[in-house]
């Protein structure tokens, strides 16, 4: 562990409204998939934390689900989480995408960070998707609504400006330890990031056929023995009849799809051959049932 004089160190909050890209950019920085990637928002639901760590800093990222106006018990627990990060942070960064308007989702955020004493950098993200003439506009339009410590534009799908962002972080973080080894870019256990990439697939094949009521539960993860081949069990859970038969396919050619996009990031994460079983149970209404939610990995008492 680092603890030399000078050596900075401190926690990050990536905020912003949902599907503005908060997850590639986390990815981007760790230099390897933790957070679910969807063109679907509201896809991150727990607070995922993502370590950058270098000679002269490291940073502990945590990705918050996308600040919205909550209209179930799962949508309370998201926005619960949150709010308790902005408040144990040492820096948050605000993610906007470049791409889209000013609106009322954006009033709502700038309102919350208000309310907080912690310094705030504004990011607009995909800045590849318009005119540098825009740009300047779309900055100077965030100028006027709040006082950020730091604007930076990037591309987080490009990397563009990714290490001028970073640099400017480092340079407003305490001086503090290395909290996680170097090699370390994530505290989540292996479990959830592999039900995050079964449930990433899932969203991303069904578009607009599922929405957020899916969950993805590991029921067995453990190493065959006599061989390499790590066995994956997992449950999917909708809340409807109707999308487990859309999960399955015909024939049960979507779940054969979704199962094997999973098992290609599962190995790439582990580093070995994996051999993956889905299934698929419906669990009516669950993101109003508490203790469906605590079963499913969403416990409040966490946070």
């Known amino acids: 562990m680092n603890n030399r004089e000078g050596y900075k160190s401190g926690f990050v909050a990536i905020i912003g409204r949902p599907n503005v890209g908060k997850s590639t950019l986390l990815n981007y920085i760790v230099g390897q998939k933790i957070a679910i990637m969807s063109d679907k928002p509201q896809t991150t639901r727990n607070k995922i934390q993502g370590v950058y760590t270098n000679n002269d800093a490291q940073i502990v990222f945590l990705d918050t689900p996308g600040i919205h106006r909550p209209k179930h018990k799962l949508g309370d627990f998201m926005m619960k989480i949150a709010n308790n990060t902005l408040r144990e942070v040492?820096?948050?960064?605000?993610?906007?995408?470049?791409?889209?308007?000013?609106?009322?989702?954006?009033?709502?955020?700038?309102?919350?960070?208000?309310?907080?004493?912690?310094?705030?950098?504004?990011?607009?993200?995909?800045?590849?998707?318009?005119?540098?003439?825009?740009?300047?506009?779309?900055?100077?339009?965030?100028?006027?609504?709040?006082?950020?410590?730091?604007?930076?534009?990037?591309?987080?799908?490009?990397?563009?400006?990714?290490?001028?962002?970073?640099?400017?972080?480092?340079?407003?973080?305490p001086e503090g330890p290395q909290y996680y080894?170097?090699?370390?870019?994530?505290?989540?256990?292996?479990?959830?990031?592999?039900?995050?990439?079964?449930?990433?697939?899932?969203?991303?094949?069904?578009?607009?056929?599922?929405?957020?009521s899916l969950a993805v539960v590991i029921e067995q993860m453990k190493q065959r023995e006599g061989s390499e081949t790590v066995y994956v069990g997992a449950t999917i859970i909708v809340e409807r009849s109707s999308q487990?038969?859309?999960?399955?396919?015909?024939?049960?050619?979507?779940?054969?799809?979704?199962?094997?996009?999973?098992?290609?990031?599962?190995e790439a994460l582990l580093g070995s051959k994996v051999f993956l079983e889905l299934w698929v149970k419906v669990q009516k209404d669950w993101r109003n049932k508490g203790h469906q939610l605590r079963d499913f990995g969403f416990n409040e008492d966490e946070y």
């Open 90 to 173: 040492d820096l948050i960064m605000f993610v906007i995408d470049a791409g889209e308007g000013f609106g009322s989702g954006e009033q709502f955020i700038l309102d919350r960070l208000k309310e907080s004493k912690t310094p705030v950098f504004l990011v607009v993200n995909k800045i590849d998707k318009v005119h540098p003439e825009k740009l300047l506009d779309i900055i100077n339009g965030y100028k006027d609504r709040h006082t950020f410590e730091e604007i930076v534009p990037v591309s987080a799908l490009e990397g563009n400006n990714v290490p001028t962002l970073l640099e400017q972080i480092t340079k407003h973080l």
């Open 244 to 266: 487990k038969g859309i999960i399955i396919g015909k024939q049960g050619s979507m779940l054969k799809e979704i199962g094997k996009r999973a098992r290609t990031d599962i």
């Open 181 to 212: 080894p170097a090699d370390q870019v994530t505290d989540h256990p292996e479990r959830f990031i592999v039900a995050e990439l079964i449930r990433e697939k899932a969203l991303h094949l069904t578009r607009e056929e599922i929405p957020h």
